[in-house]
């Protein structure tokens, strides 16, 4: 059975789309409801639904910082089975978000939920989770399409739609203040390679230089232009412009070569339909 999770400030609009969703889709479970963005997180990460519905503007934390954060939480290949989640965001008529949606890098709601509406979007999600079963089935040569949300179109979006949902934050890193051996030292954000994350620290790999700085991966997802670095796994970013090619190993893993670096960077199986096109 498909599972969902809705997340929307307002308890009507919660139970209109639960009501008219069981309508269009009798087989979906919800499997829970959230009142702002921050719960919408953490109940994602506790029952890893196949899809969850966002509310694009909501307290605490905002649907589109939301889906950012979800977009982070550990998969299948890095936790307990979980593939991640479809996102569909419920919105008023806004018609900067509306044009981005319609673009069709991700779903959408307008409140209230119409049957119409609903059903066109059912039809999208179900189809892309056939199309993505079929490819799993089908073995590693034939990588699944990822889901929207682990794909660079819907991290521009979403940085996109964060920006105008708040014109005041800071602008993008054009530079990176890290440790070399026991300096600091001003990195030009456009002359590094990639970003590779573990549990502490993240390195800083340009050309020349090696670095460490105390800053997650899912931070810097907030912070750099998403059109310059594309994430191909939890704990990576690589500068798109330095990607020289994509191959696999014994153990069917793509890895992407790098240029300027005689490292390659393993893709996570979330990301691996990034590069079928390469």
């Known amino acids: 059975m498909t599972r969902a999770l809705i997340a929307d400030d307002e308890r009507l609009m919660r139970e209109q789309l639960r009501a008219r969703l069981l309508e269009v889709w009798p087989d979906l479970e919800i499997v829970a409801e959230a009142k702002n963005g921050q719960e ?28 950012r954060q979800i977009a982070q939480l550990p998969t299948f290949d890095e936790a307990d089975g979980w593939p991640g989640c479809e996102i569909v965001f419920i919105t008023a008529y806004d018609q900067y978000a509306v044009q981005a949606f319609e673009q069709g890098v991700v779903d959408y709601v307008l409140k209230p939920a119409e049957r119409e509406r609903l059903l066109v979007t059912v039809a999208r999600i179900r189809q892309r989770m056939a199309d ?53 030292q001003m ?9 590779v994350s573990d549990e502490k620290y993240t390195r800083v790999q340009t050309a020349t230089v090696e670095a460490l700085i105390r800053k997650p991966i899912k931070e810097l997802v907030e912070e750099l232009d998403m059109q310059l670095f594309w994430q191909i796994h939890r704990s990576t970013l690589v500068n798109v412009k330095a990607v020289a090619g994509v191959s696999r190993d014994e153990r069917g893993r793509q890895l992407v070569s790098v240029r300027g670096s005689n490292e390659k ?14």
């Open 132 to 184: 993505r079963a079929t490819q799993t089935r089908n073995g590693v040569d034939d990588a699944p399409t990822p889901l929207p949300a682990h794909t660079p179109d819907m991290q521009q979006l979403l940085q996109k739609l964060a920006g105008q949902l708040n014109p005041q934050a800071p602008a993008k890193l054009q530079w990176i203040q890290a440790t070399v051996r026991q300096a600091i």
């Open 265 to 278: 960077l393993e893709v996570s199986r979330s990301y691996t339909g990034l590069f079928k096109a390469m």
């Open 187 to 195: 990195i030009p954000v456009e002359d590094v390679l990639f970003f």
């Open 40 to 67: 919408a997180v953490a109940l994602t990460e506790q029952h890893h639904p196949d899809i969850v519905f966002l509310d694009i503007r909501m307290p605490v934390l905002t649907g589109v910082d939301a889906a």
